[in-house]
């Protein structure tokens, strides 16, 4: 019998200590040369392709490797470099790419699909002329085989490509360059079968998707094409994050020879094979192992599935369900941790594990007994008394009540939560951490700091206050580690974009707040200014979505659960005086399920666990929500559902296209567009602002326009942000007086 084969889609490539953002920024610091970022890199993946040989895969990915992003990546590869950047060169135009300059907007950024990971946006016309500028998959290849190590170079499909790429033309659909982009693929791989390279893998996870005939017709034509290249390695189409319906079918008809299916979030992947007689001349690479969530692999349930494909396929390749980068690297990190977790090393073991337990059969392995949920039982039992919660009046209502209490100009200014976390406040938190200060030293320093934060926007000019968040470590993470039912890591860094990179936490048991988590902080703000100064907290939806969520129950009943230990401390804030709380919920559209089918219920439950969370307070506590980085246009309804009386949103980078959509919804509630990207180093002209605000005043009216940036200043540094801010009160300031 032949060996079994297994492999991964992809891997961790930020390194166990977070290597690759140290090297990042060292660079953008000017600390270390490119080859000094160069070397860095190459050690990482050097590390990267020796542990997976070691642990055992017969099938190893090599160019997952990225600086910044993965379809920046493609973007630089296929040539397709917006004109803005052609003055530019080599690594300053890629981090031009990303970042922007002086001068010079950045790519649009927005989220993976429905994960936490970011990607930037490829912008493309008629104008674009594709070809093949670098060589990175060849580059990287014959880099792993110096060592002795065989890889399957891994690219972004080209389907997929031209789904996520924006136009730059109204009327041009990026679909239309489909032929010149096939060009270039055909190029590339027949250099990659000449340089030895076996196995291509071109990620087509867009097939998750509802896909129209005429996307079909081009899935087929594309890898018809590319599969009929006389000189060529063996393709393999991976989707990945659900089932891709009509499009298994259209790939089985083409000459590729492996297809990846994910049957983790997509277990009616199984169901459609057994109806595809076309697959028993292909090779099935199995995605049996959850490469999006922690929780170790049901061992049965995955040889089960394996099994059934045995009949259908011509091979089984055990694989993850989609590639690794979405999990922390190692659990033998972490200490007093819930049990029955894997993180991406355990994964390719488990991966591993399976491959032999097909080979030597099921007794080869120990499955796992899966872990028991901690249970709450006063928890439910208030949910269940309270129902629904409380409805609150009309907004127009509420509107006038809030005018009336909080007293603001047109087009008051504020922003998002968060401002710059300098070393000394790192330093503080980590010294409490490791013992060497105690509490009360700690909070002086953070008294401090907020200080220093309110004294800043007084002086500056802004309307809304808030109090800078220099005690929380990240905005899932700080409520997290105050919630029972969350366990929090200290090295489980998964990259959220660039050389961001978050700590999810892992909600294990019912959730319940012990006692208040952000009343002591808020409330000592607002003493230090006659200023309105903002709550801020996290809402259910995002608290789910960027944490690894328990399995056991439904995604409905665990975000209730959240948001009724949210409503807890919203009230508690109110009762102690604060007059406008900010609930944020970036991540709302981040899990709209792909297939339009579905939505409904997701929604539903979304915007109910919301407005449990905010409908305990009164009239005149006016409920602010915020969201960034993402295609918005899909939940426009349920955005107006959530009945904040305010919600900022991520605009300037789209260039406030979001706006027109939300009139043409009939949207009537307060919106803050954020009128600068925050997550570039470039300071915005007044004059930059106060075109952004001339645009957002066609379509709202001043009454109900706020200005802010379009997300929290956490990573940006006080010399920037001051700057920025004050060139945004100039600007907000002369459009009042319009």
Not at 109 to 116: E, P
Not at 167 to 181: I, N, Q, V
Not at 493 to 513: E, K, M, N
Not at 725 to 736: E, F, K, S
């Amino acid at each position: 019998m032949r060996d079994q084969r297994t492999t991964i889609l992809g891997y961790p490539r930020i390194g166990p200590d977070r290597e690759l953002k140290k090297a990042v920024e060292s660079y953008w610091a000017g600390g270390i040369d490119s080859t000094g970022l160069q070397e860095a890199a190459r050690a990482l993946r050097e590390r990267t392709w020796t542990e997976l040989r070691d642990a055992g895969l017969t099938g190893i990915p090599s160019n997952t490797f990225s600086f910044y992003d993965h379809v920046l990546d493609t973007s630089v590869m296929v040539g397709a470099i917006p004109d803005r950047f052609t003055a530019l060169d080599g690594l300053e135009r890629y981090f031009a790419m990303a970042r922007g300059a002086q001068g010079i907007a950045p790519l649009e950024m927005t989220k993976w699909f429905n994960t936490n990971y970011h990607y930037l946006v490829p912008e493309v016309g008629p104008q674009t002329r594709f070809r093949l500028a670098w060589e990175k998959p060849l580059a990287e290849y014959g880099e792993a085989r110096r060592l002795g190590i065989e890889t399957r170079p891994v690219l972004v499909g080209p389907l997929t490509y031209l789904l996520l790429s924006k136009s730059t033309e109204a009327s041009f659909t990026p679909l239309r360059l489909l032929d010149d982009l096939l060009d270039v693929y055909a190029e590339l791989l027949e250099r990659l079968a000449t340089a030895g390279v076996t196995e291509v893998q071109l990620d087509e996870p867009a097939l998750a998707a509802d896909r129209s005939a005429e996307e079909l017709k081009a899935l087929a034509r594309a890898y018809d094409h590319l599969g009929g290249l006389s000189h060529r390695p063996r393709l393999l189409v991976a989707t990945c994050f659900g089932e891709i319906g009509d499009a298994l079918p259209v790939l089985a008809a083409t000459r590729v020879e492996a297809i990846g299916l994910d049957f983790v979030a997509g277990p009616g992947n199984l169901t459609a094979a057994a109806s595809i007689p076309g697959l028993a001349n292909k090779t099935v690479v199995a995605g049996v192992v959850n490469g999006r969530n922690v929780w170790r692999t049901r061992l049965p349930d995955a040889l089960s599935t394996c099994a059934a494909l045995l009949g259908l396929a011509g091979e089984v390749v055990v694989s993850t369900s989609c590639s690794l980068l979405h999990v922390p690297l190692d659990l033998e990190r972490e200490a007093a941790m819930p049990e029955g977790l894997a993180f991406a090393r355990q994964k390719v073991a488990e991966v591993v594990a399976i491959g032999r337990a097909m080979r030597e059969g099921p007794d080869a392995v120990v499955p796992a007994v899966p872990a028991r949920a901690p249970v709450d039982a006063r928890v439910r039992a208030r949910l269940e008394a309270l129902g629904e919660g409380t409805a609150r009046a009309g907004h127009a209502e509420r509107a006038a009540i809030q005018r009336a209490a909080l007293r603001l100009p047109p087009l008051p200014t504020t922003t998002i939560g968060s401002f710059p976390q300098t070393d000394a406040v790192r330093r503080a938190r980590a010294d409490l951490r490791e013992g060497r200060i105690d509490r009360a030293t700690y909070e002086a320093a953070i008294r401090v700091e907020i200080d220093s934060v309110i004294a800043l926007q007084e002086d500056i000019g802004l309307d809304v206050l808030v109090h800078g968040e220099p005690e929380r470590n990240d905005m899932v993470q700080y409520f997290a580690e105050q919630l029972d039912g969350y366990a929090t890591t200290e090295h489980g860094w998964v990259q959220s974009y660039g050389t961001r990179c978050v700590r999810p936490p892992i909600l294990f048991g019912d959730v319940a707040r012990p006692e208040p988590m952000t009343v002591g902080w808020t409330v000592y703000a607002q003493s230090r200014t006659g200023s309105p100064v903002k709550g801020m907290l996290t809402g259910p939806v995002t608290m789910l979505a960027w944490s690894f969520v328990r399995e056991d129950q439904p995604l409905a009943d665990t975000a209730r659960q959240v948001a009724l230990a949210l409503r807890d401390e919203i009230r508690d804030l109110e009762a102690a005086g604060i007059r406008i709380i900010q609930v944020d919920e970036p991540a709302l559209r981040e899990l709209l399920p792909l297939k339009a089918a579905d939505r409904d219920a997701y929604l539903a439950w979304a915007v109910a666990a919301f407005r449990f969370a905010t409908s305990g307070v009164s009239d005149s506590t006016q409920i602010h929500t915020h969201m960034c980085y993402s295609e918005f246009g899909e939940i426009i309804g349920a955005i107006g559902d959530l009945d904040a009386d305010v919600t900022s949103v991520e605009a300037a980078r789209s260039r406030m296209e979001l706006l027109d959509d939300l009139r043409t919804a009939g949207y009537t509630r307060g919106i803050g567009p954020g009128v600068y990207d925050i997550h570039s180093p470039r300071v915005p002209e007044i004059g930059e602002i106060e075109q952004a605000l001339r645009l957002a005043a066609r379509v709202v009216e001043p009454e109900r326009l706020w200005v802010n940036p379009d997300c929290g200043l956490k990573t940006r540094s006080y010399a920037e942000t001051e700057v920025s801010l004050r060139n945004m009160v100039t600007a907000a300031r002369r459009i009042r007086a319009l």
